[in-house]
């Protein structure tokens, strides 16, 4: 597709079910990003990934969180028993990396979570 | 380390005026600067970026934005805003070899008619 996609885009779950969010990035960006949005609050860096490196796992706010992403494509966003505090946007990035640290993101719509 | 601060969290114009939304950063070594917007129930739009050069910067939509290094800031700027223009913009900075940027807050921009 022409830009960064995300799914679902909205999804309800009762508390301490398990989600799984999908993000597809630009074809040929090397880089994805996913980050969380809080209502009224800035993004917050959860995990980068680059190409085949291991990836940048620093902003993930608990081990409930995790990420895989297949080679330079899909991505997948898993939260673990799902708390009230989990609700908001969750947003995904990719980047093509190729000028290096240079380069602007390209953002998905974002999946909105509510926990109930 | 790096962070980047938009001190305005709203900001209200009227059509046909410029506008203003603010930023300042901190960075330890060379900043590459970002402006996003963003439109409701939608992603993060990329505006323009400073990362070395001319201090204006010329971007999408008729947007600009001026890198004063004495001063830390970016700020982002519009001779004649429209109500279209309306939405979340956020500032966005990274340091040197760093990939990955730390976003401010956002500032609501309100172009009322």
């Known amino acids: 597709g022409a830009g960064v996609s995300q799914s679902p885009s909205n999804k309800v779950t009762e508390k301490g079910k398990d989600v799984e969010l999908r993000c597809d990035p630009i074809?040929?960006?090397?880089?994805l990003y996913w980050y969380r949005q809080r209502l009224g609050q800035g993004l917050e860096f959860l995990i980068y990934?680059?190409?085949?490196?291991?990836?940048?796992k620093s902003g993930l706010p608990s081990d409930r969180f995790s990420a895989e992403r297949t080679g330079e494509s899909v991505s997948t966003l898993t939260i673990q028993r799902t708390q009230q505090e989990d609700s908001a946007v969750y947003l995904c990035?990719?980047?093509?990396?190729?000028?290096?640290?240079?380069?602007?993101?390209?953002f998905g719509p974002g999946t909105r979570l509510t926990v109930t | 380390a790096q962070s980047v601060a938009q001190p305005e969290d709203q900001v209200k114009v009227a059509e046909g005026n410029p506008l203003t939304v603010k930023c300042t950063y901190s960075?330890?070594?060379?900043?590459?600067l970002f402006w996003y917007v963003q439109y409701p129930n939608r992603g993060l739009q990329f505006l323009l970026k400073?990362?070395?050069?001319?201090?204006l910067v010329k971007g999408s939509y008729g947007f600009e934005a001026e890198f004063n290094k004495s001063q830390t800031s970016f700020h982002l700027k519009k001779p004649s805003a429209l109500v279209s223009d309306s939405a979340l913009y956020f500032c966005?900075?990274?340091?040197?070899?760093?990939?990955?940027?730390?976003f401010g807050r956002g500032t609501s921009l309100i172009v009322h008619p």
């Open positions: 990035a990719s980047s093509s990396q190729r000028g290096g640290p240079i380069d602007e993101q390209y």
């Open positions: 074809s040929g960006h090397t880089a």
């Open positions: 990934f680059q190409g085949n490196s291991a990836p940048d």
């Open positions: 960075v330890s070594g060379n900043p590459y």
């Open positions: 400073y990362i070395t050069g001319d201090n």
């Open positions: 966005a900075v990274r340091d040197g070899g760093s990939y990955i940027p730390t």
